[in-house]
Protein backbone atom coordinates (compact mmCIF):
# COMPACT_ATOMS: atom_id res chain seq x y z
CA UNK A 1 0.00 0.00 0.00
CA UNK A 2 1.28 3.38 -0.84
CA UNK A 3 1.81 6.15 1.44
CA UNK A 4 -1.00 8.54 0.79
CA UNK A 5 -1.47 12.05 2.51
CA UNK A 6 -4.83 12.41 4.36
CA UNK A 7 -6.88 15.37 5.44
CA UNK A 8 -8.69 14.78 9.04
CA UNK A 9 -11.08 16.84 10.73
CA UNK A 10 -12.01 16.27 14.18
CA UNK A 11 -15.02 17.64 15.96
CA UNK A 12 -14.39 17.29 19.86
CA UNK A 13 -15.45 19.58 22.90
CA UNK A 14 -16.90 22.88 20.84
CA UNK A 15 -14.13 22.82 18.65
CA UNK A 16 -13.03 21.93 15.15
CA UNK A 17 -9.63 20.53 14.30
CA UNK A 18 -7.97 19.86 11.43
CA UNK A 19 -4.74 18.26 10.24
CA UNK A 20 -2.99 16.12 7.26
CA UNK A 21 -0.75 12.92 7.56
CA UNK A 22 1.08 11.39 5.55
CA UNK A 23 0.15 7.76 5.94
CA UNK A 24 -0.78 4.12 4.59
CA UNK A 25 -4.12 3.55 5.51
CA UNK A 26 -6.78 5.72 7.77
CA UNK A 27 -6.50 4.56 10.69
CA UNK A 28 -2.54 5.12 10.62
CA UNK A 29 -3.63 8.32 9.89
CA UNK A 30 -5.37 9.21 13.04
CA UNK A 31 -2.32 7.33 14.72
CA UNK A 32 -0.23 9.76 13.07
CA UNK A 33 -1.89 12.46 13.81
CA UNK A 34 -2.43 11.54 17.61
CA UNK A 35 1.46 11.83 17.81
CA UNK A 36 1.83 14.96 16.58
CA UNK A 37 2.11 18.45 18.32
CA UNK A 38 -0.99 19.72 17.15
CA UNK A 39 -3.17 17.03 18.94
CA UNK A 40 -0.95 17.00 21.53
CA UNK A 41 -2.32 20.79 22.42
CA UNK A 42 -5.78 20.30 21.61
CA UNK A 43 -6.99 16.53 22.76
CA UNK A 44 -6.26 15.09 26.24
CA UNK A 45 -3.71 11.89 26.91
CA UNK A 46 -6.87 10.47 27.75
CA UNK A 47 -9.01 11.32 24.86
CA UNK A 48 -6.25 9.86 22.65
CA UNK A 49 -6.03 6.36 24.81
CA UNK A 50 -9.92 6.35 24.19
CA UNK A 51 -9.43 7.18 20.31
CA UNK A 52 -6.52 4.39 20.43
CA UNK A 53 -8.64 1.68 22.28
CA UNK A 54 -11.61 2.25 19.96
CA UNK A 55 -9.02 2.12 16.60
CA UNK A 56 -7.90 -1.37 18.32
CA UNK A 57 -11.26 -2.68 18.15
CA UNK A 58 -12.29 -1.32 14.69
CA UNK A 59 -11.22 0.33 11.68
CA UNK A 60 -12.49 3.59 10.54
CA UNK A 61 -15.89 3.30 8.48
CA UNK A 62 -16.08 4.38 5.27
CA UNK A 63 -18.93 6.79 4.69
CA UNK A 64 -21.68 5.03 2.18
CA UNK A 65 -22.12 7.35 -1.35
CA UNK A 66 -18.44 8.94 -0.32
CA UNK A 67 -14.99 7.74 -1.61
CA UNK A 68 -11.98 7.96 -0.06
CA UNK A 69 -13.94 9.01 2.72
CA UNK A 70 -13.94 7.82 6.74
CA UNK A 71 -15.36 8.27 10.39
CA UNK A 72 -13.82 7.26 13.39
CA UNK A 73 -15.96 7.81 16.91
CA UNK A 74 -15.33 7.70 20.48
CA UNK A 75 -16.81 9.38 23.40
CA UNK A 76 -15.26 11.39 26.16
CA UNK A 77 -16.05 13.05 29.35
CA UNK A 78 -16.48 15.86 27.39
CA UNK A 79 -18.57 14.33 24.93
CA UNK A 80 -18.53 12.20 21.06
CA UNK A 81 -15.15 12.89 19.08
CA UNK A 82 -15.78 12.20 15.94
CA UNK A 83 -12.92 12.86 13.45
CA UNK A 84 -13.62 12.39 9.56
CA UNK A 85 -10.59 11.21 7.34
CA UNK A 86 -10.36 12.60 3.49
CA UNK A 87 -7.87 11.28 1.59
CA UNK A 88 -6.29 14.18 -0.46
CA UNK A 89 -3.82 12.95 -2.27
CA UNK A 90 -3.00 8.96 -3.36
CA UNK A 91 0.26 9.14 -4.00
CA UNK A 92 3.08 12.05 -2.56
CA UNK A 93 6.46 13.08 -4.45
CA UNK A 94 9.60 12.45 -2.63
CA UNK A 95 9.87 16.36 -1.47
CA UNK A 96 6.54 15.38 0.38
CA UNK A 97 6.90 12.36 2.43
Request: charged fraction near 20%; include cysteine; proline fraction near 3%.
Amino acid sequence: MEVALYTLICEYANGTYVAQASARSPKSAILSWLDARSARKQISEAVKLEIRHVLDADLPVPLDNCRNVWCCTASSKKGLVQINVVKTSSTLSQAEV
